[in-house]
Structure formats: structure tokens, C-alpha cells
């Protein structure tokens, strides 16, 4: 295994951020990290990359700890940072060759790597160009650049894609999906429930410091009553009868927005007989059940209580 | 209108809101003014709190030599205490006296002769100090002139001193101790003190800047990868010093151009001591850095550490007008031995000898600082 992270502990004072936090991640594989604001995600990911120690448990970098801050194992970690870590005022060059150099890469060696890496990311065209020309994309994915260099086989990403534009978005996934095709292990942390459905095949959901749930998108379905919404083509805007519906036992709510018809059920059980309420009242051309996205996923197990830490 | 008040409310309420503005703008004149106006009122004050450091060299002997001796030692500006032509000289050298008076041998006599012979050939005594102090012999000169008035005057046998144009039967006159070539040359001082000035505020300039990586997240991506504090504190020091030096280099080239301020001494020495200041303000900004929790308020709170080591080190005001104490206490401020060693090594046009100890001082304190900074480094805000 690529990544293991054992039993993680932080502690910050009588706060304790993370608490027993432990995970996997393979070669070729992405996982997804998940969690509301102050969850404990990115104190996870800095105990994973080596920039605070845990006060229990172990990183182990192919079976082996990760410790110490020169410790050479973590040439095998590629760290993207959630704030832009690069010189507003340097050429992308100049940055890829400084964070290069970091990892020890000499001088053919940089040259080969920060030119891949801007083919990678598309810029190597503004190669030589400051990067406080870029756009706010562009300086995205010159951090995901950045954090390429030295070839390594894990590469973590803190929230990657914060306040970037589709077509960056986009292209930073592109990229992402390349960089697993050949072997990458990704450990993805996101807010985008969208980003983690696309890119993780397993999802590990945070909340206060803990894991709540770890599985992949299909095993986290069955954690939650997903199918219990009913939705219904009208054929006018029209539904006098919408009110005894909701009247119905079984129905929790009922509404209808542009010719759709959406019963939320509290077992889906109850769907001939409403079904065949609605049939009563109008001929029935299609229905659908609604299945559960991550995002409501996500809500279930966290709450929707606001959280501003 | 309303537009423009709203607009003049919100800019004073965020300055109300920022504490490092109403700090620096309101909070830091006031203790500076304190400091300064509590150095400098309580000399004007007093009159005794200024002190000259002074030696009284009597080569004459007779008993009126004597008596002007005594109450040279008695002056509470001056307190001469008496010593050897040799002693004052090496204490001059050593810039541990300010002025010492040579009263030659037959002064005395010579005076009287002179009151009775017309004043053709008026015996001198001579006030010699260290060429950057003719402020300090100029004081000194004229409380000598006032003692040996109010001493001699009953032995020369007239109240000259009461007749403002009666010319005395001696003379007094200033004199410098390194003499030869070595003239005081204030544009070479000025050059020494302003680059000591903005070289450290360049040294604080990379303290911000390293703060600014701090909160920018870049110290993150440096510390994952497999590098060590020490490398990092170490590169900030070099480069910082690196600049330090270049500016230094500049700054005398620009004034061996446009005022022909020369390197009269020792090259090497000055090579010496520019790398030691170098390397002296470097450390500092990293120790500002260590303490400094945002760039913007350690900005502001660098500057005024800066403009007073400044101020301590003699750059702006000779050291002689400070009290006694201060006077001492500036052999601690690492900026004074920069301002002096870059004079030494300029127009004071001394060897490599003298270059060592400023040096070795500055070395010293760019150890310690780096020292300090490295046990207060912090990875993250």
C-alpha cells in the first residue's frame, strides 16, 4: 500500500482536531477526503505530508513511517497546497525550478521536469511569463505543477480547485485522471461533493476530528435512505389535487416546479399507492426515483447545521 | 457630501480597527519622543549630565599649571583626571576619552612673559580629540578657555578675562589625534550612517517578506519537502546578507564618485566589516521575523527598533551629546561598531588591526541573533 495512515491524533491545546483518523490509498488510485469546514481535513493531510507530526499514530509511506523533516520519504509526496504556495513576482519557471531544487533535482533533470510539468498543466507556453499575470486558473495549476516535479508516486491535494473557473476545473481533473492513469496514488480533499463523485473511488467522509464513513460511492449510497424521492412529468403546471396528496400517509412532502412532480416519501414502499393516486388524477407517462448524489450523502451524515470554523 | 463622509467615516474607523496603524502612528512617536526628550532635557537641565571623557596632560608643572589642572578635574563637564601625553594618546586612539588638554611645559611662565612682551608669542594649550569629535573639542575648548581665565588670571596679573577685547596672554587651539591625512570627513560618516540605517531596514525588508511567505502558504510547500529548518533560516541569512554586502559595495562606489569618499585604510579590514554588518543585519531581520506574527505589524515594529539602533550608533548625532551611560551602553548596540568600523576602514584611514574587533563584534551578533531566530522559527502562523 502506497499510503497507510494509522489511528492519527492531533491535539491543539484541550482541542483535539483529529481524532484516530486512519486511511488508505493505493497506487493508481484517488481517494476523496470529505468533511465540513474545521472536520480535521487539513490537519490530516498536513500529518500525512510531513508538516506537523501526529501526537498518536503513524504515517507509513510504503510500510514505512514517515518521520522527521528531512526524512527522504517524503520525496515520494507531492504536496498541492490549498492556498497558491508560489512567487507572485517569478516566472512559472523560475518557481517550478526553485521547488525543483528543493527535492534535489539537477539541472537536466529540473530542465525535463518543469517543462513536463507545464505541458501537464498547459502553460508551457507562459513558461516565462510572472505569474502574477495569470489568471486565477492558471496559477491554480501552476501550484498542482509545482508539486509535480520530483515524480512522486503520492500526491496529495488540498482542495485543489477553490475559486477556479469550469474550463480550469476541468482541466486540473484532466489532469488529475492522467496523473492516476499512470500510477499516481491521489489522496483529494474538496467541498465539491461533483469532484469527488468524478475523480475518488473511495470516499472518506470527516466530521469533528473522526471518520464517519469510508467506502466507495456505492457502499456510502446504502448509509443513507437515498431512493425515497418520487418524480413525477405532469402534464399542465396544473394540480388541484396536490393537496390531498401530501394529505396521504406515507408523504412527507409534495411539490411541483416546471411540470415536475417531486413526492418525498418516508419509505419508499409506499410508491404504487401514491403512484396509483396520481394515476387516478392524471394519465401517467414517466416517473423516476430520484437516487441519492454525494451531496445529500454528505448532509445525512454531517448535519446542516452551519459551520463557519 | 454624504457620499464623501461615509467614505471619510469608513477610512477612520478601519484606522480605528487596526491596532498595528494606531500603534505605529500614535503610540510609537510618543515613546520615542520620551526617550529622546529624557536624553536630551536632562542634559540641558542639569548641564552636568553632559560629559566629555577627558585627561588633563601637564607637562608644565609649576603650581599655577597645577591649579588649572585641578580645577580641569573639578569641571563637571569635564572631570579631567590627570595622565601621561602617551596614556591620553592611547586613549584617544581607543576612543575611550573624547578630548585630552596638553598644557606644554613652561606655559606658565611663558604666559607672563608673553603679557609682558606684548603677546608676540603666546603659549598654546592644545585640546586634541578624535577627529569626528570637533563638536566635543569645541565644548572642551571653550570651558578650558573659561578654567584658565578664572585660575591664571590673578598670576598673570591682570583681569583680562573681564575685557572682552583684551586678547589673552596664551592661546588655546584644537587638534586632532590621528592627524597625517586623516581629516574628518562628514560625507564619509554621513555614507557610513545612512547605509548602516537602510541596509538593516533592507534586513527587516526580508523578515516581512519571509513573514509574507509564512501567510502566503509557501512555507508549507517548503516544508514538505525533505529539507530542515536550519536550511531554510540558513538561505534567508545568506541571502540577506549577500544583499547587505552588495549594497554596502554600491553605496561606497557611489560615494567614491560623487564625493569622493575613499577606502583610505585597509581594504580587506573594510571588506571585514561590511561582510560582519552584512551578516549582522541579515540575522536581525530573521530575529524581527522570529517575533513578528504579521508582515504588517512587524514593519512597523522593525522601524522603530531600527531608527533607534540608528539613532544609538551615532549615525545621526555624535555620541558625546548623549549621558555617560547611554555613551557605554552603545558598545552594545551592534549598529555603533558597523558606524565605526566603516569609519575606520574610510576616512579615518586605519589598518586591518582596527577592522578586528567591529568585525568580530558584528560576527558575533549575527550568531546570536541567528541563534535566537532559529529557536523562535515557526513553520506555520
Known amino acids: ?107 537536466d ?82 467541498h465539491y461533493m461533483e469532484e469527488a463523485e468524478r475523480l475518488c473511488q473511495r470516499i472518506i467522509i470527516i466530521d469533528h476530528g473522526a471518520v464517519i464513513a469510508d467506502d466507495d460511492l456505492r457502499g456510502l449510497e446504502k448509509l443513507v435512505p437515498a431512493s425515497r424521492t418520487l418524480a413525477v412529468d405532469l402534464e399542465g403546471e396544473d394540480a388541484p389535487w396536490l393537496p390531498a396528496l401530501r394529505d396521504l400517509a406515507g408523504v412527507e412532502s409534495a411539490d411541483v416546479a416546471e411540470r415536475r412532480l417531486r413526492v418525498t416519501l418516508a419509505d419508499l414502499a409506499r410508491a404504487p399507492e401514491v403512484l396509483g393516486f396520481i394515476a387516478r388524477h392524471q394519465p401517467l407517462h414517466h416517473f423516476t426515483t430520484e437516487k441519492a448524489d454525494l451531496e445529500s450523502i454528505f448532509l445525512t451524515l454531517t448535519g446542516r447545521q452551519l459551520r463557519d470554523a | 457630501m454624504r457620499t464623501l463622509r461615509a467614505l471619510v467615516i469608513k477610512d477612520l474607523k478601519l484606522f480605528r480597527s487596526d491596532r498595528r496603524s494606531l500603534i505605529v502612528v500614535v503610540v510609537m512617536p510618543m515613546l520615542l519622543s520620551l526617550l ?17 571623557r577627558s585627561r588633563v596632560v601637564d607637562l608644565d608643572r609649576s603650581p599655577g599649571a597645577e591649579r588649572l589642572a585641578l580645577a580641569l578635574a573639578r569641571n563637571p563637564i569635564l572631570t579631567a583626571r590627570p595622565a601621561t601625553r602617551a596614556e591620553a594618546e592611547k586613549l584617544l586612539q581607543d576612543s575611550d576619552i573624547d578630548v585630552a588638554f596638553i598644557i ?41 578657555q573659561r578654567t584658565v581665565a578664572a585660575t591664571l588670571g590673578p598670576d598673570l596679573g591682570a583681569d583680562f578675562a573681564r575685557c572682552a577685547d583684551q586678547q589673552p596672554p596664551y592661546a588655546t587651539r584644537q587638534a586632532s589625534i590621528s592627524g597625517g591625512d586623516a581629516a574628518y570627513d562628514g560625507a564619509a560618516h554621513a555614507l557610513a550612517g545612512m547605509g548602516v540605517q537602510f541596509i538593516m531596514i ?151 588591526q582596527a577592522a578586528l574587533a567591529p568585525a568580530g563584534v558584528l560576527a558575533l551578533s549575527a550568531l546570536v541573533f541567528a541563534a535566537l531566530a532559529a529557536a523562535r522559527f515557526r513553520w506555520e502562523e
Open chain 1, 1 to 107: 500500500m502506497l499510503l497507510q495512515a494509522k489511528g492519527l491524533v492531533k491535539r491543539f491545546g484541550k482541542l483535539t482536531a483529529v481524532d484516530g483518523v486512519g486511511l488508505e490509498v493505493a497506487s493508481g488510485s484517488c481517494t476523496g477526503l470529505l468533511g465540513p469546514n474545521g472536520a480535521g481535513k487539513t490537519t490530516t493531510v498536513s500529518m500525512i505530508s510531513g508538516l506537523l507530526a501526529p501526537d498518536e499514530g503513524a504515517v507509513l509511506i510504503d510500510g514505512e513511517p514517515l518521520a522527521g523533516e528531512t526524512d527522504p520519504k517524503k520525496r515520494k509526496i507531492g504536496l498541492v497546497p490549498q492556498d497558491l504556495a508560489i512567487y507572485d513576482e517569478l516566472a512559472a519557471r523560475d518557481n517550478l525550478e526553485i521547488f525543483g531544487s528543493l527535492y534535489g533535482l539537477r539541472r
Open chain 1, 109 to 190: 533533470e529540473l530542465d525535463r521536469a518543469a517543462r513536463a510539468a507545464l505541458e501537464l498543466v498547459g502553460l508551457a507556453d507562459r513558461a516565462r511569463d510572472k505569474v502574477k499575470t495569470y489568471s486565477g486558473g492558471m496559477k491554480r495549476r501552476l501550484n498542482l505543477a509545482a508539486a509535480l516535479l520530483h515524480d512522486p508516486d503520492l500526491i496529495i491535494l488540498d482542495e485543489p480547485t477553490v475559486g477556479v473557473d469550469p474550463q480550469s476545473r476541468s482541466a486540473i481533473f484532466d489532469n488529475l485522471e492522467a496523473l492516476r492513469r499512470r500510477g499516481k496514488g491521489l489522496l483529494y480533499t474538496t
Open chain 2, 36 to 52: 529622546f526628550g529624557f536624553i536630551f532635557r536632562s542634559q540641558k537641565e542639569g548641564g552636568a549630565s553632559l560629559h566629555l
Open chain 2, 104 to 144: 606644554p611645559a613652561g606655559f606658565v611662565a611663558a604666559a607672563a612673559s608673553a603679557r609682558v612682551a606684548g603677546h608676540a608669542s603666546r603659549p598654546e594649550i592644545t585640546v586634541v580629540s578624535d577627529p569626528s569629535s570637533r563638536s566635543a573639542a569645541g565644548i572642551a575648548e571653550g570651558i578650558l
Open chain 2, 202 to 352: 533592507g534586513g527587516l525588508d526580508g523578515a516581512v517578506m519571509m513573514l509574507t511567505e509564512r501567510q502566503r502558504g509557501l512555507f508549507r510547500r517548503l516544508k514538505a519537502a525533505p529539507i530542515s529548518r536550519w536550511l531554510v533560516i540558513g538561505s534567508r541569512l545568506l541571502s540577506g546578507a549577500i544583499i547587505g554586502f552588495a549594497v554596502v559595495l554600491l553605496l561606497y562606489a557611489f560615494g567614491s564618485m560623487t564625493m569622493h569618499v575613499g577606502i583610505k585604510g585597509s581594504r580587506a579590514g573594510f571588506v571585514l566589516v561590511a561582510a560582519g554588518f552584512a551578516l549582522m543585519s541579515s540575522a536581525l531581520g530573521l530575529l524581527i521575523s522570529s517575533f513578528g506574527r504579521t508582515p504588517q505589524a512587524t514593519r512597523g515594529a522593525g522601524i522603530v527598533v531600527i531608527l533607534v539602533a540608528t539613532m544609538l550608533s551615532g549615525a545621526w548625532l555624535p555620541a558625546f551629546l548623549f549621558p555617560t551611560w547611554l555613551q557605554r551602553a552603545t558598545l552594545f548596540v551592534p549598529s555603533r561598531w558597523a558606524v565605526d568600523g566603516l569609519d575606520a576602514m574610510s576616512w579615518r584611514g586605519l589598518g586591518l
